[in-house]
């Protein structure tokens, strides 16, 4: 039986407050702080003294993302964060012009192929929030020749299916680009029965591994596409020094994830995000991310506006507000609780039924 109360107490930040804000960034663990602190106490005190024990872990790290993400390791690099792995990518790709994007997909996924000069087409969202693959599939049919979105909109927390989207590209010889940020942690993925090209995600939110971090996973076919002559994703995107302390933090991050087991978070995340959608819905007020089973994630979204989130914050409950709307995602290490205090909330201050 897992303890659940003793894993929530490894993150202070969700005994402080009702913390639902987790689409934003990720709680950090007593533990992954501490190896923050270990790291730049021996560099004061050493300096670059232990420096191969440093790229010992690095490769540890990219060993365990390599098993949570079910590719080989020679696959896994690490970035800095979302912008800088596809900034690489979309710089390298010369051969291909034409990419497929989505209205409202996040900033750092989107500008790298904008200011790098490739035609854009854009897929709208739905009025439902809902992506069409037929429009997709109309896109990539008509040339597209790189898809590039992000596994679950930020804005909505609608969820592609990622083997569907695999297919469509397989189908018309494309490319396909994942940010996994929102997803990687919270949702199962297995990398190696999906046709994904490019996987990058950064380590802030639901690795909780904080900013400064991310992984990429890139196929072998992929690699030879970009150009370098180096058989592993390491050799392509790392070419400075490893950034230590970033990823000993990241090390720490998912090695606790991993003791947890991803899928007692995946099952308890869907559990917590049921419970409060079901809630949601008992008290009247309209949500807005009604999502198949397969499309859904943890995000939940209600309509706000800067006063009630500003009472939010005042009666010590965390969300995002963006866009007219509010953003709630419970994780692993929240509780049911947690939603209950949002829940009263919006009993009394969001119902329009």
Not at 102 to 118: A, C, E, K, M, T
Not at 294 to 303: D, K
Request: aromatic share 10%; proline share 3%; glycine share 8%.
């Amino acid at each position: 039986m897992i303890d659940w109360q003793e894993i929530r107490n490894r993150y202070p930040l969700v005994n402080s407050c009702a913390y639902l804000d987790n689409a934003r960034t990720g709680a950090i663990s007593i533990g992954t702080a501490n190896k923050w602190k270990e790291y730049i106490h021996d560099q004061l005190e050493n300096g670059a003294l232990h420096r191969d024990q440093w790229l010992a872990t690095v490769e540890k790290t990219r060993n365990l993302v390599s098993d949570l993400l079910k590719g080989q390791s020679e696959s896994i690099g690490f970035i800095t964060d979302v912008y800088s792995g596809i900034g690489f990518i979309s710089l390298s790709l010369k051969k291909l012009k034409k990419v497929v994007l989505v209205d409202h997909d996040f900033p750092s996924l989107i500008q790298p192929w904008v200011r790098n000069g490739y035609e854009l087409i854009w897929i709208p969202r739905e009025d439902d929030l809902t992506i069409d693959l037929n429009k997709i599939e109309v896109a990539l049919k008509s040339g597209g020749e790189i898809l590039a979105v992000s596994w679950v909109q930020y804005s909505s927390g609608y969820r592609f299916e990622l083997d569907r989207l695999g297919l469509l590209c397989k189908k018309y010889n494309a490319k396909l680009i994942i940010d996994g940020t929102q997803g990687f942690g919270a949702l199962p993925l297995d990398l190696q029965n999906l046709e994904v090209d490019a996987f990058v995600a950064s380590g802030f939110k639901w690795m909780t591994a904080g900013f400064g971090v991310g992984i990429a996973y890139l196929s072998p076919e992929f690699r030879a596409l970009l150009g370098p002559d180096d058989k592993n994703t390491s050799g392509i995107l790392e070419h400075s020094h490893p950034k230590f302390q970033s990823i000993l933090g990241l090390e720490n991050a998912l090695a606790e994830l991993k003791e947890i087991g991803l899928e007692n978070i995946q099952t308890r995340t869907a559990l917590l995000s049921n419970y409060l959608q079901n809630e949601l819905l008992k008290t009247g007020a309209e949500t807005l991310s009604n999502f198949s089973v397969g499309n859904s994630s943890p995000i939940r979204l209600v309509p706000g506006n800067q006063a009630s989130f500003e009472r939010l914050s005042k009666v010590n409950i965390r969300v995002t507000f963006r866009d007219d709307y509010l953003r709630m995602a419970p994780y692993f290490y929240n509780s049911e609780a947690d939603i209950d205090q949002l829940i009263h909330f919006v009993s009394n201050n969001l119902r329009t039924t």
